[in-house]
């Protein structure tokens, strides 16, 4: 039965321009269900476009290619769509909102995304005790949930935010944008059980990150490297520790 | 102003004079000579750029007749607070609580009229209280004595008659005595299908250390023309914290002019106003700081959607006998639609070196940014859209005390903006 659902996500020579700058240049990806890769790769090679573009943030010309998510045209859909399928964006930058509540985003997010499954609304019970328990999760205090979305968090608890509305809409597939960055080591372990947490046979991930850190705590199945618009290797997690090790002119320089 | 106008105007009068001998003729007279001389203001007048004036050339002086209201369904009552309520500004004691000390109609008794608040010299900017003053028969006089206990009142003004034919003139003066308390909710509304003109004025006077919460909320019928004037005179240590909230009305104009005459007096304004279709609204407050360590803190938000126009001319005068004022201003302006306009107008005039004054003024459309987030999360774009008008406007009234009114408030708003799911969310 497994054998025959399509892949989470499969990427088919993927070629974006940013005003004019061809930024991702043929790249290929595919995600299996349950798998959890790694997009390494030095700045500016694209790995922050691709997230974004995965999740339909305007601003991109999409030149050729074909992305699909579960089957399903990705790229056809528009992003609130995609996030009501299932697909869920972590911020590399959290937008602060000031004069919406957390809870209130929480809440109506989780409904939208029931209503696209056919399901209630959340009983407001039921849904609090939800929140609270991926708050102690994520150690973070009531008081934040009737704060302004992300308005005056440090850059740890805005981070911490982006994995807290992750549990709470338990999304399918995960693309987590450098999630990682800024965070301490206390911060990042925090983070890392957040998204462990998730990790199941029908959900996938694709942590977008910079350093080989995260994936200490986060181990991949996969882990890819983007050098200058597309997938220049792939292996397993020891591929992280070896760029690690050798640095990104390694790859850098077999891709040119 | 035309001479058209004028000579209508004194026409207007002298058939009002014959038709009801109103009280207080010294002073209605002497108003409408001020008037008759200078003349109601055009939108060459700097400060009246932005008002919709036009209606000012159909316009009938006269104070509507009185009429009993049609179809009227007045807010939920608040608890602790005493309704008293106007009807095209004549008191309607069916409608209100039983007269306090502290409340009068003033038609009813010769003492609340014998003082001239607005006496003295004025400027084009309170030509329209001048107006008020010629032609209007009653109002509500709210007088707290030194030594009496903290009050909550309520004043409903209702517009009922159609303009064609005649004026509605709402009038509240409102005077604290020394070191009082008063929380204070003044409501505009139309009777159900109103078509009215209404030209409506509020005079607030603070003795030393009295306390004014001042809630103004402008929900007029979307056919209605509203002039309005207030005028609040500070003394010192005292403490106005005004709330405004125009959301009706087809033309709209507010006028504030808002002296902080004693030292340490503390002025705390925050204004909404919501435009859509065609309406105007627009809000020119005047501060003067003319004591040393007042306080202003002033917020407008606005929003235009459709073809409407949305307006805030702030001035923040310091007068040089003001050393030590600490003025913050905040203006913003949210387009949200295409055809429509937005204008806000920060004026600083500075005359002393010992300030802190800061202000912003932005006018601009929704963050693009904070679209995308709200929309990454799957709210429909019309929700996100929505939540985040809301989110722009909340500045505005999150300060309210009461928890009540907050929510009519809110309930109102979230009316206007179309929101049955916003509404759930509160």
Known sequence: MTSTKPNMLQIEDLRVTVEGKEILNGLSLSVGRGEVHAIMGPNGSGKSTLANVLAGRPGYQILSGRVSYEGRDLLALAPEERARAGLFLGFQYPVEIPGVNNVYLLKAALNASRKARGLPEVDAFEFLTLVREKMRLMHMEDSFLSRAVNEGFSGGEKKRNEILQMLVLEPRLAILDETDSGLDIDALKVVAAGVNSQRSPERSCVLVTHYQRLLEYVVPDRVHVLVRGRIARSGDKSLALELERRGYDWVSGAAA | ?426
């Open chain 2, 1 to 426: 102003m035309s001479a058209a106008l004028t000579a209508r105007i004194a026409e207007d009068f002298a058939a009002a004079q014959a038709l009801a001998p109103a009280p207080a003729e010294g002073r209605r007279r002497a108003a409408f000579e001020v008037l008759h001389a200078a003349g109601l203001p055009s939108t060459r007048d700097e400060n009246w750029k932005y008002a919709n004036l036009r209606a000012l050339e159909r316009l009938r002086f006269v104070p509507a007749a009185a009429a009993a209201p049609q179809g009227l369904s007045l807010p939920a009552p608040l608890e602790g607070f005493s309704r008293y309520v106007f009807v095209d500004g004549r008191f309607a004691p069916e409608f209100s609580a039983a007269a306090v000390d502290s409340f009068a109609s003033l038609a009813a008794g010769p003492q609340a009229l014998s003082a001239s608040p607005l006496a003295g010299a004025r400027g084009t900017d309170e030509r329209f209280a001048l107006l008020n003053e010629a032609f209007a028969t009653d109002g509500a006089r709210v007088h707290l004595a030194a030594g009496v206990p903290a009050q909550r009142l309520e004043v409903i003004f209702v517009a009922c008659a159609d303009g064609a034919r005649g004026t509605s003139y709402p009038r509240l003066e409102v005077s604290l005595g020394a070191h009082t308390q008063l929380e204070l909710i003044e409501r505009h509304l139309s009777a159900a299908g109103a078509a009215s003109t209404v030209d409506s004025v509020a005079v607030i006077e603070l003795a030393r250390g009295a306390r004014l919460t001042h809630y103004r909320l402008q929900g007029l019928s979307g056919s209605t023309i509203a002039f309005d004037t207030l005028q609040a005179t500070l003394a010192e240590d005292t403490v106005y914290r005004l709330h405004g909230v125009s959301t009706g009305a087809a033309a709209a104009r507010s006028t504030q002019i808002l002296r902080l005459t004693g030292a340490r007096a503390h002025l705390s304004m925050a204004l909404a106003a919501l435009g859509d279709r065609q309406q105007v609204q627009d809000t020119f407050a005047l501060v003067e700081h003319r004591a040393p360590h007042t306080r202003t803190e002033q917020l407008f938000r606005g929003i235009a959607a459709g073809r409407a126009r949305v307006a805030c001319n702030g001035k923040i005068v310091v007068a040089p006998t003001a050393a030590g004022t600490d003025s913050q201003q905040s203006l913003r302006g949210l387009l949200a639609g295409t055809d429509a306009e937005i204008d806000v107008r920060p004026q600083l005039e500075i005359y002393t070196d010992d300030v802190r004054c800061s202000h912003g003024a932005t006018a601009g459309k929704l963050d693009d940014n904070m679209l995308f987030y709200l929309l990454a999360r799957g709210l429909d774009r019309d929700t996100a859209l929505r939540l985040l008008k809301w989110a722009f406007l909340a500045d505005a009234f999150a300060k309210i005390e009461l928890p009540e009114l907050r929510r009519q408030i809110e309930a109102s708003l979230a009316e206007v903006l179309k929101d049955a799911a916003l509404k759930e969310l509160l």
